[in-house]
């Protein structure tokens, strides 16, 4: 069964930072202290923490949405994710769907999404 992840933060920043840190392979780099394969070029390869997460990129529309494919061995049905991004006062709401996700995999895309994907870019991007 295929189950669906939604997830939100708020992080104080500026907008082209925080879009920098889904999109700019340094940036990346820099919180996740892995090198990343990533381009805004729709469908263009992206890997992240040496190949543990790894796709395509389907669509951009700069500083307010992200559309990536994200691989779960052998699927029928492809697994999407689609990052948003908001303006909210000082701060920018990243809201994540994350659709199709293997149940055996969806306990460990929760926590990565949560912990080491949205909030290392959060504790990344605030450090005054």
Known sequence: MLKELRTRVKIKAEMEDVYAAFVNPFTIELWSGYPAEM???????????????????IEFEEQKRIVQEWYFGEQDQPSI???K???????????VIHTN??????EGITEG????????IKTFLEID
């Open 81 to 83: 994710a689609t990052i």
């Open 113 to 120: 999404w949560n912990d080491y994907y949205l909030g290392a």
């Open 85 to 95: 991004f908001f303006k909210d006062g000082g701060k920018v709401q990243v809201d």
């Open 39 to 57: 381009s805004t070029e729709p469908g263009s390869p992206f890997s992240l923490w040496e190949g543990d997460i790894s796709g395509h990129n």
């Open 101 to 106: 996700i293997p149940e055996d995999a969806y």
